[in-house]
């Protein structure tokens, strides 16, 4: 299977997880970003979180990444 590291070395690209997150900090619910935006590396090879959000369009307005550069996180479906 190939890694996203290879799948877009040198390339942008974010991750949808499909469902929103929540989480608790400091006692409170929180609702956190769905979207998450990677860059690459200085060493070329791997990439590193530099946002999260919860509108896809304006990540990829801002970061110029096209929908081809989406990766959608499913579950898979339970029988």
């Known amino acids: 299977m ?9 390339e ?3 991750t ?5 997150v929540t989480a608790t900090v ?3 619910e929180k ?8 860059a690459p ?5 791997h990439h590193q979180p530099v ?9 990829q307005k801002k970061y110029g990444i096209p929908d081809e550069r989406v990766c959608r996180m499913t579950e898979e479906e339970k029988k």
């Open 16 to 20: 949808d997880l499909g469902t929103p």
């Open 41 to 45: 590396c200085q060493d070329g090879e």
């Open 2 to 10: 190939m890694q996203l590291d290879e799948a877009f070395r040198g």
């Open 12 to 14: 942008s690209f974010i």
């Open 51 to 59: 946002e999260v959000g919860r509108s896809l369009k304006r990540l």
């Open 31 to 38: 609702k956190l970003g769905r979207y998450a935006v990677f």
């Open 26 to 28: 400091d006692g409170e």
